[in-house]
């Protein structure tokens, strides 16, 4: 590491009254790491302020050539003690020259950083200006297109600047390129320039953004232009099949506008930004991503084949209500520092699940939150080496660790149950003051638990330390008695926990089904379910935990309703993985006859995906074999006798899934050959 030692000659013959500031120096850069590491983030935050970005990038039309650059960064500094470091994680090379203030620096590089000496600084209003050549790792160049993806902390693999998330900045954005490309970017375009066979666009200055939230999109696309509820929005795509693009392009604008006048009434905020556009890339790395103003967007998930079943359509619209909520939580009200990046998904995702409602009026909304969450925060909260949904993060470069099923999925269930404790009216008012109060800046997850726990008569601090900073869930016992029984929650990791929760419970008396509401806390209480009725914890799928359950129950599936059919399907599943209740084999056959009469597709897709997992992980080959017929007769069947598309598409897929059989593989293979033509089944457009 890098020591400032002709410092200390100074300072020994001037005397000691700066002593403090140049140990404080050298401090810093003896702990200089790779990466961002919390200390060196908290230290810029207290010392930069008015941060902008002037950024000019030179983009050639083939995929070899460097991409020459230029960089303007201004901003306020109220301490020059110390040298001031950018993160830089390419190599110094690439950095052709940096002048600070009006004079060239005298810089150095190490360890990811160009430290620029204390000495070049001044206290108040500092410029630097630097060239350089782009790193090309995060700006996914490709022979006819590029875009940037710069989350969690890869802008510096890019460019030199202060990469970290809560300091936000103004950007200024130039690019010059082939003249047939197409641009967005996260501020509208300001003045476009000709120049023969390339062209130079000027963006707008930006709102106050995150660093990662930078972006820009540039390449052959064709743009498309639609104005929705008085918003003009664009959208760039490369789909050849124009067909294709016909028959999704008008919902795919329709439910962002649906979004966004959702988004904008729950808040009684107006969209926050200048504008709103999107990309669709081919084989982008993730779902989506929220840049301010320039969603990217993987082009298949919104550009779906003929005929697409309900899941995938629930899938489009879910996924964006989710980029789009992310304009408010999370481009406008941005975490303070990455160990906090599971509230802009859980905001995200949770608004998300309500945004979609209006979209699809016909849909069980509980149903759908029950089969996309709980399964998936199941698979790592059953585990031993399950993470809390708010984890420490010491360096920005392992933020990536963080993402997963926990922050997508459990944390979405946790702010339901933290909605009800509420009250939703009262979370609504909570969450306009929480937007209000931190917009185009940054909070934590205790800033928001801070203004809810003043609408509350909820201990919200001790409910969140649960719920949130500790891994695992709660498992239940069930005490029946003759006229009624009591439930008690139990830590299984001994250490008395309580996860405070809301969930009914649905006894069948009589031939009807009654349901009553509970509140489980850290007392046992009961519950009306005489001795010998048959009774189902967690009808309504909203509880969160390991719930005993009857396997008898699937003989009641007809008098069940669907909501208690998901919530009897995940309980059973967890049970028998946690080795109660009910064998895999007799699980499986039980599942095939549901399978034959059930036809939510909800449903159908989450028994299919438990067969899925227990056919190939829990049986044996010999009972492998076995099952296999079965399930190939009957899924086959299945798909041929289906009257809806997507319903023959979902049993056609699991068929696939499961074939084993050297005539389901033949039949497959006729099929791929088109020797074998199933009316109805559209298998693939390209």
């Given at each position: 590491m ?7 000659v100074f300072i020994?013959?001037?005397?000691v009254?700066?002593?403090s500031a140049v140990?404080a ?8 790491r790779?990466?961002?590491t ?10 930069l302020s ?5 950024l000019?990038?030179d983009l050639?039309?083939t995929?070899?050539?460097g991409i020459s650059?230029?960089s ?5 500094l109220s301490d ?5 470091i950018?993160?830089f994680r ?6 052709s020259s940096?002048v600070?203030?009006?004079q060239r620096s005298d810089?150095?590089f190490d360890?990811e950083h ?11 209003h500092?410029?630097i200006?630097?060239?350089?050549t782009?790193g090309?790792?995060?700006?996914n160049?490709?022979?006819e ?8 902390d890869?802008a510096?693999?890019a460019f030199?600047l ?21 641009a967005?970017?996260n ?6 320039e000709p ?5 130079r666009?000027r963006?707008?200055?930006?709102d106050?953004?995150?660093?990662y939230l930078?972006?820009f999109?540039?390449?052959q696309?064709q ?7 008085g918003r003009e929005m664009v959208m760039?795509h490369r789909?050849s099949?124009?067909g294709?693009?016909a028959?999704n392009i008008?919902?795919?604008?329709d439910l962002?506008?649906?979004?966004l006048?959702?988004?904008?009434e729950?808040?009684?905020?107006d969209?926050?930004?200048?504008k709103f ?8 790395q993730y779902?989506g991503?929220e840049h301010?103003?320039a969603?990217?967007?993987r082009a298949?998930s919104l550009l779906?084949n ?12 879910s996924?964006?209500a989710?980029?789009t909520a992310h ?9 303070d520092?990455?160990n906090?990046?599971?509230?802009k998904?859980?905001?995200?995702n949770f608004m998300?699940?309500?945004i979609?409602n ?9 149903l ?10 199941y ?10 949904i ?15 099923n926990i922050?997508?999925?459990k944390a979405?269930?946790m702010m339901?149950?933290?909605e009800?404790v ?10 306009r ?7 185009y800046?940054n909070?934590t997850w ?6 809810l726990e ?5 201990d919200?601090?001790s409910w969140s330390d649960?719920w949130?900073?500790?891994a ?15 439930l008690?929650?139990?830590?299984p ?6 996860w ?6 649905s006894?069948l008396?009589n031939?009807s089904?009654l349901?009553?509401?509970v509140?489980?806390?850290p007392?046992?209480?009961?519950v009306f ?8 914890l ?7 935990g390991?719930f005993?359950?009857?396997p ?11 909501t ?6 995940v309980?059973l ?6 080795g ?8 499986l056959?039980?599942l095939i ?6 036809d939510?597709?909800?449903l159908?897709?989450l ?5 899925n997992r227990?056919?190939w ?5 010999a009972a492998?074999i076995?099952?296999?017929?079965a399930f190939?007769?009957?899924l ?5 006798d ?5 319903s023959?598409?979902i049993f056609?897929?699991?068929?696939c ?10 039949q ?8 074998t033509?199933?009316?109805g089944l ?5």
């Amino acid at each position: 590491m890098l020591h400032f030692k002709s410092h200390y000659v100074f300072i020994f013959l001037g005397g000691v009254l700066f002593s403090s500031a140049v140990t404080a120096q050298s401090t810093l850069i003896d702990e200089l790491r790779p990466g961002v590491t919390k200390q060196l983030a908290e230290h810029r935050k207290s010392v930069l302020s008015g941060l902008s970005y002037d950024l000019t990038f030179d983009l050639p039309a083939t995929i070899d050539q460097g991409i020459s650059a230029s960089s303007i960064i201004e901003f306020e500094l109220s301490d020059v003690s110390e040298p001031l470091i950018l993160d830089f994680r390419e190599s110094a090379e690439k950095i052709s020259s940096v002048v600070v203030n009006g004079q060239r620096s005298d810089y150095r590089f190490d360890s990811e950083h160009l430290i620029v000496p204390a000495r070049e600084l001044r206290v108040s209003h500092n410029r630097i200006s630097l060239q350089f050549t782009a790193g090309d790792s995060s700006l996914n160049r490709n022979p006819e297109f590029l875009y940037t993806l710069f989350v969690p902390d890869r802008a510096r693999t890019a460019f030199p600047l202060f990469d970290q998330p809560n300091l936000k900045a103004r950007y200024t954005l130039t690019l010059t390129m082939p003249a047939d490309w197409e641009a967005i970017a996260n501020a509208p375009l300001r003045q476009l320039e000709p120049l023969g066979e390339r062209k130079r666009l000027r963006f707008a200055t930006t709102d106050l953004i995150s660093s990662y939230l930078f972006s820009f999109v540039a390449g052959q696309f064709q743009r498309e232009i639609r104005r929705v509820n008085g918003r003009e929005m664009v959208m760039l795509h490369r789909e050849s099949d124009q067909g294709k693009v016909a028959r999704n392009i008008d919902v795919i604008f329709d439910l962002h506008g649906a979004a966004l006048s959702w988004l904008e009434e729950y808040t009684a905020i107006d969209y926050p930004f200048q504008k709103f556009d999107f990309a669709l890339i081919p084989s982008f790395q993730y779902g989506g991503m929220e840049h301010v103003g320039a969603i990217q967007y993987r082009a298949d998930s919104l550009l779906l084949n003929a005929q697409p079943s309900q899941t995938e359509l629930l899938s489009r619209a879910s996924l964006i209500a989710h980029e789009t909520a992310h304009m408010w939580f999370g481009d406008l009200v941005t975490m303070d520092w990455f160990n906090d990046v599971w509230t802009k998904e859980v905001f995200a995702n949770f608004m998300a699940a309500k945004i979609v409602n209006p979209s699809f009026p016909n849909i069980n909304h509980d149903l759908n939150f029950l089969v996309r969450h709980f399964p998936n925060a199941y698979a790592v909260d059953r585990t031993e080496g399950a993470n809390p949904i708010r984890q420490d993060l010491q360096n920005l470069n392992e933020a990536g660790t963080l993402y997963g099923n926990i922050i997508y999925n459990k944390a979405p269930i946790m702010m339901q149950q933290l909605e009800a404790v509420v009250g939703q009216s009262e979370f609504q008012s909570g969450i306009r003051e929480y937007l209000g109060a931190f917009a185009y800046g940054n909070a934590t997850w205790l800033d928001l638990i801070g203004i809810l726990e003043r609408k509350s008569d909820v201990d919200l601090r001790s409910w969140s330390d649960v719920w949130v900073n500790t891994a695992g869930r709660p498992h239940f016992l069930l005490e029946k008695t003759a006229a009624s029984s009591g439930l008690t929650q139990v830590d299984p990791g001994g250490t008395g926990r309580v996860w405070p929760q809301q969930f009914s419970v649905s006894v069948l008396a009589n031939g009807s089904w009654l349901s009553e509401s509970v509140e489980s806390g850290p007392s046992a209480f009961q519950v009306f379910w005489p001795e010998a009725s048959a009774g189902l914890l967690n009808a309504d799928g909203k509880g969160y935990g390991l719930f005993p359950v009857d396997p008898e129950l699937f003989f009641a599936w007809q008098s069940l309703d669907d909501t208690q059919r998901g919530s009897l399907l995940v309980s059973l599943f967890e049970n028998l993985l946690d080795g109660n209740s009910i064998s895999v084999g007799d699980y499986l056959k039980r599942l095939i006859t549901i399978i034959e009469i059930e036809d939510n597709q909800l449903l159908l897709n989450l028994m299919l995906r438990q067969v899925n997992r227990l056919y190939w992980n829990f049986l044996s080959d010999a009972a492998r074999i076995e099952a296999a017929v079965a399930f190939e007769e009957t899924l086959w069947t299945l798909m041929l006798d289906a009257d809806n598309p997507s319903s023959k598409k979902i049993f056609f897929d699991a068929y696939c899934d499961l074939a084993l059989t050297r005539g389901a593989l033949d039949q497959l293979l006729k099929v791929s050959n088109a020797e074998t033509i199933v009316d109805g089944l559209i298998l693939s457009e390209t």
